[in-house]
């Protein structure tokens, strides 16, 4: 039989079984051979014990080639229901918690990021756990968080749009896992750590096909942006709610330069996101004696966290505490369930799983 050790997949030792008991067998090659196998036991006997041992073998080797396919399948681990209760503690009628994993799993975030309202809202959460919350998830959730990353990924990479957004989600990523993998000795990743250096790898190669990625001009001739009066087009750009987006719009034609400079446009933007008070925290001169709102919107962003709005969010049920999306049938006994729920902002639904 195979001694094993501390780790499972040590070759072991082989022992062959006397009418003293057990007796280890050296190798020939180590010096210490036992020349008289008849003293210890018959060859036939011997023979057997040997292949109880090579059965041993073969099952150590076929547990390190499953753990291999497990850590590179792509399967994403659904359930039937699409909500989940959350409870705390304890109770007559439940036992046990719920963790940020197990919610992770069964929320159906994988047919999400397909619907436009829910996408910058998944990719907000996905960025809250790489720079925080992976070492909380189960291995399982873990192995989901980068599958739905690989489909977010590769969405991006067929539509062309929300490019800047994925590529700070990796770098934030990739920034978190090199902090942790040099921290693997303390076991807070779940998994082997050739399985995550070979998950960096793979968001490097995402990093650099997001990098390539080159934006082709559509072969429509009809109406375009800039083809629209400059009241429309001011209108739209007042609708985006990142500076960076109007600092790219402003850079594909002179004329929406000129619009995207527009000091109402940037005072607009100050106020929907910062309070009154932290403008007047960081009220910056142009040259011409007037406030450069402009500037003080990346000063603000950098100091203050910006205001989030999403077309759809998680919901929490007050009446029966059940998280589920927007829409999602749950088993509530309240007369009227729309009125107990509750949207989540990402971080909410972080701080939701926080103990």
């Not at 992770?104 to 960025?127: G, M, P």
């Not at 998994?191 to 429509?220: C, D, K, S």
């Not at 406030?291 to 049920?317: H, N, S, V």
Request: aromatic share 10%; hydrophobic share 35%.
């Amino acid at each position: 039989m195979p001694f094993l050790g501390q780790d499972w997949r040590s070759p072991g030792q082989s022992w062959v079984k006397t009418a003293d008991g057990w007796k280890r067998f050296l190798d020939e090659k180590s010096g210490s051979f036992v020349s008289d196998l008849g003293s210890y036991c018959s060859k036939e006997v011997y023979n057997k014990e040997n292949l109880f041992n090579s059965l041993n073998y073969d099952v150590a080797a076929k547990k390190r080639k499953k753990d291999m396919l497990n850590s590179k399948t792509k399967t994403q681990y659904f359930h039937q229901e699409k909500w989940i209760y959350v409870h705390k503690g304890s109770t007559k009628e439940r036992h046990g918690y719920c963790t940020l994993g197990e919610a992770f799993n069964r929320l159906d975030f994988s047919t999400a990021i397909l619907d436009s309202r829910r996408f910058n809202y998944v990719v907000r959460l996905l960025e809250l756990i790489a720079k925080s919350q992976l070492t909380s998830l189960s291995g399982i959730a873990q192995k989901n968080f980068m599958n739905i990353l690989e489909k977010v990924v590769l969405k991006v990479l067929e539509d062309q749009q929300n490019i800047r957004l994925i590529r700070e989600l990796l770098q934030t990523l990739y920034t978190s896992l090199c902090t942790l993998v040099q921290r693997v000795g303390k076991s807070v990743l779940v998994g082997n750590i050739n399985m995550w250096v070979y998950r960096m790898e793979t968001i490097l190669h995402w990093q650099q096909q997001l990098n390539n990625i080159q934006i082709t001009r559509p072969a429509f001739k009809g109406l375009t942006f800039t083809d629209l009066p400059l009241c429309l087009q001011l209108n739209i750009m007042q609708r985006l709610s990142d500076g960076r987006d109007l600092v790219s719009l402003g850079q594909v034609a002179p004329d929406l330069h000129v619009l995207s400079e527009d000091r109402l446009l940037w005072k607009k933007l100050c106020q929907y996101h910062f309070s009154e008070r932290q403008i007047r925290k960081r009220l910056i001169l142009s040259d011409k004696g007037q406030l450069d709102w402009k500037k003080m919107y990346f000063k603000l962003a950098r100091c203050y966290p910006r205001k989030e709005q999403y077309g759809d969010t998680l919901q929490l049920c007050r009446h029966c505490h059940i998280l589920s999306w927007k829409g999602t049938d749950h088993p509530c006994t309240a007369n009227n369930p729309e009125s107990c729920s509750i949207s989540l902002s990402p971080q909410d639904f972080i701080n939701l799983f926080k103990f």
